[in-house]
């Protein structure tokens, strides 16, 4: 591909380190808030929103709840380990990311320690079943009587897995959920929802702006790197969505009614298009979604055809990354360069516990 929008290069960015926000704002709704509208931009807080929405606009949620995915523990021999699980295979069989990888072979024995917080005299055990060759990971079986899940038992040994780039944070694990996650099986936060209060929320409301939900469990697919250099050649791992009747009967009677729709977050555009996009076999133009309820490996970059979403409300991403990408789709490359360079002038907070960018219709590209 000669378009350098297809390149990994053209999706890079300096960062000072000292803009790599450690710890979220409180309130949470005090973050600041870049708007971008179809020529300019300019800066508020986050709690300005019900003012910057029409009524009758639809905003759309992602109600994942981040699960105590990251456990701690050893090997029969004695080495210190660390797992991520990623995703349940079968009962108590979990696809799981293990440091350190290469000595992990099949048959391995770990067993795991109690986290800080609990007192636990149960013993979790698992063995390494085999490698999973897309993502490098290990399916391991967790030791467990009949009719316990692991996941009752995560609260007791399991950690909140904090990004790799928040090291030195003071926040609480309750501050990396939003305040409307509900369906636990996430292993990052949906972080662009992590900016509302429920005063917000209620004031949104009263502005007749309307709120939907769909669930998109955070994985691999979201914050795994793109490591091709033709962006056009990534593979994205799936990750499951739900995308319930509810909130598409709120779609169309939004867009029956001249509202529009606002995208909470980078998982509920993928959600979103990913259905719309598995419906396209419908042949029906007058649906353009319907209820969805899978797995979908959607990969949103530049020249993307938009079916559902017309605004986004996201954070400041890291370089080279397909959430960066999914961005500039809606508007342009270049441009959210020039806006990146514009908040790192003004000392924004990027990342995770960062400042957020509203995206308005008006400056969606297509």
């Known amino acids: 591909m000669t378009d350098i929008g297809w390149s990994i290069e053209a999706y890079d960015y300096e960062l000072p380190q000292r803009l790599i926000a450690q710890n979220p704002v409180v309130p949470r709704d005090s973050s600041r808030l870049m708007v971008v509208e179809r020529l300019t931009h300019n800066y508020c807080i986050f709690r300005d929103l019900p003012g910057l929405l029409q009524p009758g606009d639809l905003l759309v949620f992602n109600d994942t709840r981040v699960i105590p995915a990251r456990l701690y523990g050893q090997k029969t021999s004695g080495a210190q380990v660390e797992v991520l699980l990623l995703k349940p295979i079968t009962s108590n069989s979990w696809l799981a990311l293990v440091k350190p990888g290469k000595r992990f072979v099949t048959g391995a024995k770990i067993e795991f320690e109690p986290n800080s917080s609990s007192v636990c005299n149960y013993n979790l055990q698992a063995t390494v079943l085999a490698t999973d ?24 040994f399991g950690n909140v897995p904090f990004p790799p780039y928040v090291t030195n944070s003071r926040a609480l694990t309750e501050q990396y959920q939003t305040v409307y996650s509900k369906v636990a099986g996430a292993i990052a936060a949906p972080t662009a929802g992590l900016h509302f209060t429920d005063e917000l929320l209620h004031k949104l409301e009263q502005q007749n702006i309307r709120q939907a939900f769909i669930t998109l469990h955070v994985g691999l697919g979201t914050f795994r790197p793109v490591e091709v250099k033709d962006i056009t050649t990534h593979n994205m791992h799936s990750e499951w969505v739900e995308v319930p009747s509810l909130t598409v009967d709120k779609i169309h009677m939004t867009k029956a009614k001249g509202g529009r729709i606002i995208a909470v977050g980078t ?15 419908y042949g029906s133009h007058k649906s353009l979604i319907r209820p969805f309820c899978d797995h979908t490996n959607i990969f949103i970059y530049p020249g993307y055809k938009w079916r559902v979403v017309e605004g986004l409300i996201t954070n400041f991403h890291l370089p080279r990354s397909s959430l960066m990408m999914l ?39 297509n």
């Open 327 to 365: 961005v500039s789709a809606m508007i342009g490359r270049k441009r959210l360069l020039s806006l990146y360079q514009d908040a790192i002038a003004k000392q924004c907070r990027f990342y995770s516990f960062g400042d957020a960018m509203l995206i308005l219709p008006s400056a969606k590209i």
């Open 267 to 281: 998982t509920v555009v993928r959600a979103l298009e990913g259905a719309a996009l598995a419906n396209d076999g």
């Open 133 to 156: 060759q897309e993502t490098g990971g290990r399916i391991l079986q967790f030791h467990l009587p009949q009719g316990v899940s692991l996941l009752n038992l995560l609260g007791q």
